[in-house]
Each structure stands twice: as C-alpha cells, then as structure tokens.
C-alpha cells in the first residue's frame, strides 16, 4: 500500500516542524523540555488536527531514545495498553515506554484511572493528545500528573514552507519539474485552514490532477487545478467540542463590542458550517442583552430577520442575518435590564423572597383570622399620570433597588419623565 506523501514526508527534527514556534522555537518552553536531558515527563499536547502533535511525540522519543507505541482513543482499550506493558522486559524498551494515546478523551474515566496506575509507578511515560480542552475531558488526577502543552493552528506563511516542501520532494520522487502559477502555494497554504496534512494531501491532489505534460515539458500547477482540489477552507467547527463554543463565543462579543467587520466574519464562518440555528440565537440573545432598553425596538426587527432566514434558507439566509447583525453592532447598548433580571434571581436563589403582599395577592377575601380586613390595592389608572407610590416588593426586600437606568438616550429620556412624575 503506498504511503501517504504527509507520513512521507513527516518531519524528523525541531527544526523542520513548521508552526508552533510558541513551543519549539527558540529558546520555547517544549523545546528545552526535550534538549534538557532529564527525565521526560509525561505530556499533554491540546490542538487541532494537522498541527504537528504526533510528529513531535516522534521527535520527541527520538530525542529521549525511547521506544513509541501508538494508540488511539476511539479503538484502543485499557487490554492494549496492558499488551504494551508487557513489553517492557524486552530489548526494545530498555530506556522506557513512551505511549503516545491520540484523542485521550475518547477514554472513560475508569479507563484513564487505571492508565494512572503505570503512569504513577514510572512503566509508561505518556504523551497525549486531544482535540478538546483538556480540563473537561481528562480525568483530574493524569492531569495532575501531566504538563499541557496548547498547540495552534498553523498560520499562512508556516503553512507555505509546508506546501512549498511537498512540492520539493514531489518532484524528486517524480523526477518531474513543477511550473507552478504565481499564487499556487498561497492558495493551497490558505485552504488548509491550518492543518498541515490536508495541506500536503491538497499538493498531492494537485500533481495528480494536473494535465500530463507533452515530452520536454515542465508540468503546470496552475490556480485553477490548485483551486479544484482544494478543500473550501476548513471550518474547525465540532458542535460538540471547544470550536463550536469559541466561534459562537467569538461573534456574540464582537457584535457586543460594536464592531460589524468582526462580526459578519463569525456569522460567515457560522453559517458556512451549517449552524443557522446557533447563529439565530445568539444574535437575538445578543439583541436582548445586549442593545436591550437604548434601543428596544430592535427585537422585533432582530426576530423578523431571524424568522425570514428560516423561511428562506441558505444561502439566502446570510442576508436577513447579516442586516440583523450589522443592525446590532450599530445600536447603542445597554444591559440594564440583563443585569436586573440576574440580580433579581441572585436573590431568589440565596433566599431572599418573602410573601406577596396583600394587596397584589390574587384574592379579594380574608380569613376570619384576620383582623385587618381588605386587600387595600390602588389602582394606579385612577391617579393623576397613572402612579402612585405603593409596596410591591415583599416587606423583606422592600427597598432593594435591581434596575437602574442606562446611560444612553432612550432610558435616560424615560428616567427624565419618571423622575419627573414621581415628585410631584
């Protein structure tokens, strides 16, 4: 079975690793880790795919002279890793067991406790690695144990170093020069979404789609082939994993923050994964908490919009949401009622209640116990501008003050005619 041009060409050292500078770079905390000669302690490497996690677990028992063994979470079961334990009396583990475990969180909890075991007692030093944040997904105590390395993804021009070099060695193998249209390499580093392998299977992809050349000739990459072969880029977007809460994240605090480039940039990167309905509630939330009482009209306007995008579908979709989304970056905003409405349950939830009073309770009777018979509610529409002042908070709680008017124009007018009314 011919082997995939990414193993291939995997990179054998540090220094051809592209990306994660931030780790392996100079001086970089990984990178000293691994040069300073001690012991190696067991790792935890956190990121997106493509991002060179298992080639440095490589280099990194290359470096220590230890034998890997490779297990994934999603196949692998605790009888695997008993099986690689056995081992250790042989010849070929005579400096240790270097486990490299892909996707640790597809392991239980009961699974993880016992990988404790050979971890505590020194037969195994683990590398693991995960797609999803390590505090939620792995069990406490191999945390503790554990030192957690974030790896990110590739930006453009590490990725264009990558997709120049597949291009390189491609050309060896092939004995075949490549002419490759001015922004080939560009475009294929961008398409990558920062995962390096896809990036090396789009050059691959690339070779092999492009016409064969007549004798004498060089074989032309032009940005067409380039454009057909490569993916759309890649949206890292698991609607279960951190990626999924990051973008949603991402937009809902750029429209917060006023800013409608931003803001359009997530809803398209929303959109372009297929979440309509992630997007639609985060923009009305937003509309709510957000602009809310500067300018109350927009939440109709914001759900109309949203009702439409569901009407229509995609692709048509991203325009009513776009409108919506530009509308509410625009808005002024305030969060006095959001900020209400959490103080009033901060209440609610310490205990701080109370009866009803009287005289809003829903009945016009009194028990024959009680001496101060009626309900003694005012009715507000039969004093002068509809107010008057009267109890409605419990005895308890009475003077507690959840609301206060925003600074923006429109609460600022209606604490004016308030302020207005109430004195007089």
Request: net charge neutral; aromatic share 8%; with cysteine.
């Amino acid at each position: 079975m011919a082997i995939p041009l990414a193993e291939r060409i995997r990179p054998q050292s540090l220094d051809d690793v592209v990306g994660q500078r931030h780790l392996i770079g100079k001086d970089r905390p990984l990178r000293n880790l691994l040069a300073s000669g001690e012991d190696l302690p067991n790792l935890i490497f956190y990121g997106p795919p493509g991002t060179g996690k298992t080639t440095i677990a490589e280099i990194a028992a290359k470096i220590t002279e230890r034998k890997i063994f490779k297990l994934n979470g999603t196949s692998a079961s605790i009888a695997d890793v008993r099986q690689i334990v056995a081992s250790l009396d042989t010849i070929d583990s005579r400096n240790g067991i270097l486990l490299y475990l892909d996707e640790i969180q597809y392991f239980n909890k009961k699974q993880q406790q016992i990988l404790l075991q050979y971890i505590e007692d020194g037969r195994i030093t683990l590398i693991a690695s995960t797609t999803e944040n390590p505090y939620f997904y792995i069990y406490p105590a191999v945390l503790s144990r554990s030192i957690v390395f974030e790896f990110k993804p590739v930006d453009t021009e590490d990725m264009k170093v990558a997709v120049l070099r597949a291009f390189t060695i491609l050309s060896d193998e092939q004995k075949t020069v490549f002419d490759l249209e001015p922004g080939v390499i560009e475009q294929i580093a961008r398409s990558a979404g920062g995962d390096v392998r896809t990036a090396i299977n789009t050059v691959e992809a690339a070779v092999l789609s492009a016409p064969v050349p007549q004798q004498g000739e060089h074989k032309k990459i032009t940005m067409d082939v380039a454009a057909s072969v490569a993916r759309q880029t890649v949206i890292r977007y698991d609607q279960g994993g951190d990626e999924h809460y990051d973008l949603l994240s991402a937009f809902q605090k750029s429209m917060r923050g006023s800013d409608p480039n931003a803001a359009v940039h997530y809803l398209a990167r929303i959109l372009e994964a297929g979440d309509l309905p992630s997007a639609a509630r985060r923009l009305m939330v937003c509309a709510c908490e957000d602009v809310g009482l500067a300018y109350p009209q927009i939440i109709p306007i914001v759900k109309a919009a949203v009702d439409i995008a569901f009407q229509v579908g995609m692709p048509e979709a991203r325009i009513p949401l776009a409108d919506a989304v530009v509308l509410v970056c625009n808005s002024p905003k305030s969060n006095s009622a959001y900020l209400a409405i959490n103080a009033a349950f901060e209440d609610i939830r310490s205990g701080h209640t109370g009866p009803i009073p009287r005289r809003l309770q829903n009945k016009h009777y009194d028990g024959a116990d009680n001496k101060n018979k009626g309900q003694f509610y005012q009715y507000p529409h039969d004093f002068p501008n509809h107010w008057l002042k009267q109890q409605y908070l419990p005895d308890e709680i009475k003077d507690r003050i959840y609301y206060e008017f925003g600074d923006n124009r429109n609460e600022q007018a209606a604490k004016d005619y308030w302020d207005k009314i109430k004195k007089r």
